[in-house]
């Protein structure tokens, strides 16, 4: 099975109407993420979580909110879709840092979503 | 600022053709360097972290070098199944942010 999955891996939305996209994890990271990869933008991140109390916003969190349910689940929601949202949605995870220094990121398969 | 400069922006090679793909970076207190690769429609796939100018990481046809302005991804004797758009991305500071670049699409052909 795989470490981190997303639901759904695609949906089709109207503008005006919310979503949420789900993220769960197995690996046992601490630290979840949220990116949007839009085709000559690269990847840009949403929000990020470093524990079930702790979100906070990325470089682009405006017209998103998340919610950390549990340590394994992190769910990010449109509240009013736009069609300029129609991007692939990708969750991550990471370990926390050790001694050793910044832990590489773990991500899902990926969501894609369009905004009709 | 942090930012990330990849190039070429595409490169297509022959099978066992090697070559190189660049990762320039700008960064205030670079904490890790990290090279994914990514395949059409999928998630990007973890490949490796570099922590300071002179380490280098090896993984199969894949070796990834750092200095203090720029990462390389070499792939030696590239097979059809390496062609995929390889990310580079930065962490910086006490900014827990990755910036990523555009990625560098790499054909290999048989």
């Known amino acids: 099975d795989a470490d981190v999955t997303q639901t759904p891996r695609n949906r089709i939305t109207k503008t005006g109407k919310r979503i949420m996209l789900e993220c769960s994890q197995t690996?046992?990271?601490?630290?979840m993420y949220w990116y949007r990869q839009d085709p000559g933008l690269g990847l840009r991140l949403i929000y990020y979580?470093?524990?079930?109390?702790?979100?906070n916003k990325g470089e682009i969190s405006d017209g998103y909110s998340v919610s950390r349910q549990a340590q394994a689940k992190f769910s990010l929601s449109l509240e009013s879709a736009i069609p300029n949202q129609t991007a692939l949605y990708f969750c991550?995870?990471?370990?926390?840092?050790?001694?050793?220094?910044?832990?590489?990121?773990?991500f899902g398969p990926g969501t894609r979503l369009t905004v009709t | 600022e942090d930012q990330v400069t990849q190039s070429p922006e595409a490169l297509r090679l022959q099978e066992g053709e090697s070559s190189s793909l660049n990762c320039s970076y700008t960064?205030?207190?670079?904490?890790?360097l990290f090279w994914y690769r990514q395949d059409p429609g999928k998630g990007p796939e973890f490949l490796f972290t570099?922590?300071?100018a002179g380490e280098e990481k090896e993984k199969e046809r894949l070796k990834a070098t750092l200095t203090k302005k720029e990462s390389f991804l070499h792939i030696t004797a590239p097979k059809p199944e390496d062609s995929a758009t390889y990310l580079c991305?930065?962490?910086?500071?006490?900014?827990?942010?990755?910036?990523f670049g555009k990625g560098t699409l790499l054909t290999v052909n048989p």
């Open positions: 570099l922590y300071s």
């Open positions: 690996k046992g990271h601490d630290r």
């Open positions: 991305a930065v962490q910086g500071g006490s900014n827990y942010k990755l910036t």
């Open positions: 960064v205030s207190g670079l904490r890790g």
């Open positions: 979580s470093f524990d079930v109390k702790d979100i």
């Open positions: 991550a995870t990471s370990d926390s840092e050790s001694v050793g220094g910044v832990r590489g990121q773990y």
